[in-house]
């Protein structure tokens, strides 16, 4: 049986095809903050491959969503739209409003938190540095901070008369140039950042996401685990116990 899985963030779609919990196929492609025009194109293909299941989580908004959920619906075959709860498969979430909380960082903490005696801090590494920790099976909360790139960015768009291309973000100590400088101190300023919680209490530390092996070249202290397509792995945990 043959599945669909889709990640739809802010800026990106993301989707695996799985077959006996095998990754088939995968895809990821900017959609310009119109995802349901990119899913259009991939309609087609998605029938031809005779999908029986689809899981869905998406950040974005009712209207959007509606139209998702319209495309998806020509494959008649169950869809399913992962939602924020305030309890899941024994996991607590940590916000006053669940429903607040990103579907894309409620199923990371899902994938992974299921040891009761275990803490855990879950980074991922995407169009935003998302911190999210947990006691157990408690969710605490966490952080979001603009990523690498986005800092960069605003650098960038925010200071006169100085030009920053890009370059490799691959060092902590000080810059001997403006260059050096600006992308020394952004990844010192997030590499601190994750320290500093970690230093709050002993935690498993889980990274994920296109730039998880950078950050964990400089948290070796940490043992960190990087788990690649975590958002599958809760996103297929969620719909295990959906019933």
Request: hydrophobic share 40%; aromatic share 8%; glycine share 8%.
């Amino acid at each position: 049986m043959k599945n669909l899985w889709l990640d739809i963030g802010n800026t990106r779609l993301k989707y695996w095809i799985t077959q006996e919990d095998r990754i088939i196929e995968q895809g990821a492609e900017l959609h310009l903050q119109s995802p349901a025009d990119l899913l259009l194109g991939l309609i087609q293909h998605f029938k031809n491959l005779n999908i029986q299941q689809i899981g869905v989580s998406s950040v974005q908004d009712k209207k959007n969503n509606d139209r998702i959920n319209k495309l998806l619906k020509s494959l008649n075959v169950p869809i399913t739209f992962a939602q924020v709860q305030a309890s899941y498969a024994g996991l607590q979430c940590g916000y006053e409003k669940p429903e607040q909380l990103g579907i894309d960082r409620w199923l990371q903490v899902l994938a992974v938190a299921r040891d009761a005696r275990q803490n855990y801090c879950v980074i991922s590494c995407g169009t935003a540095l998302t911190i999210d920790l947990a006691d157990g099976l408690q969710h605490l909360g966490g952080y979001i901070l603009p990523n690498l790139y986005l800092q960069r960015d605003s650098l960038i768009q925010n200071t006169k008369g100085i030009k920053i291309p890009d370059a490799a973000f691959d060092q902590l100590g000080p810059g001997r140039n403006t260059i050096d400088a600006v992308h020394h101190g952004i990844l010192l300023g997030l590499v601190s950042t994750i320290e500093k919680v970690l230093q709050q209490s002993p935690r498993q530390l889980i990274l994920t996401g296109g730039d998880a092996p950078i950050f964990a070249r400089y948290l070796e202290h940490y043992a960190p685990c990087i788990e690649n397509d975590l958002l599958l792995k809760g996103l297929q945990y969620y719909i295990q116990h959906q019933f």
